[in-house]
């Protein structure tokens, strides 16, 4: 087994991935049964949305939860190639738990108030997270020395 850090912040952020299908259901299928919402209707019909259904505050959980399945999965594989390559600890841990912690934040931001700006900015900087663990991943993996 590997053992390595940086791999809690992935099966963290995977558990959030979790909590956040549940709550999109939880709030999605009363919704749809409220608006009466033919499901087949929405397979066949290309002009069908649940975006053009249901209220705008029941969808952002699901497109939030579409986008824990968009970035974060170059997320998973950057950390875990760091965790193989022995580079799981320290910096790169602690680096992990923070592109985590902002992802978590940018979930109940959009899953409740729905900020744009607010969620802009938390996804920048989440996104510079990654971009340092990817770096850090490269210096590695092509044995560049600084």
């Not at 919402?37 to 969808?59: E, G, I, Y």
């Not at 850090?136 to 993996?141: D, F, G, I, K, R």
Request: charged content about 10%; hydrophobic content about 55%; proline content about 3%.
């Amino acid at each position: 087994m590997i053992d390595s850090t940086i791999l809690q912040p992935v099966v963290a952020l995977a558990v959030w991935t979790m909590v956040m299908w549940l709550w999109m259901y939880i709030t999605r299928i009363p919704a749809m049964n409220r608006a009466k919402v033919d499901v087949q209707r929405l397979v066949n019909d290309p002009d069908a949305s649940l975006d053009r259904t249901l209220p705008a505050n029941v969808q952002w959980k699901a497109h939030n939860y579409n986008h824990l399945h968009e970035q974060p999965t170059v997320f998973y594989a950057i950390a875990i190639t760091l965790a193989l390559l022995g580079q799981g600890e320290g910096t790169n841990a602690l680096l992990a738990w923070m592109y985590v912690g902002l992802r978590v934040i940018h979930s109940l931001v959009q899953a409740t108030a729905n900020v744009v700006m607010v969620r802009f900015v938390l996804f920048a900087l989440s996104s510079l997270i990654l971009i340092s663990l990817i770096f850090h991943a490269s210096v590695t993996v092509f044995d560049i020395h600084l």
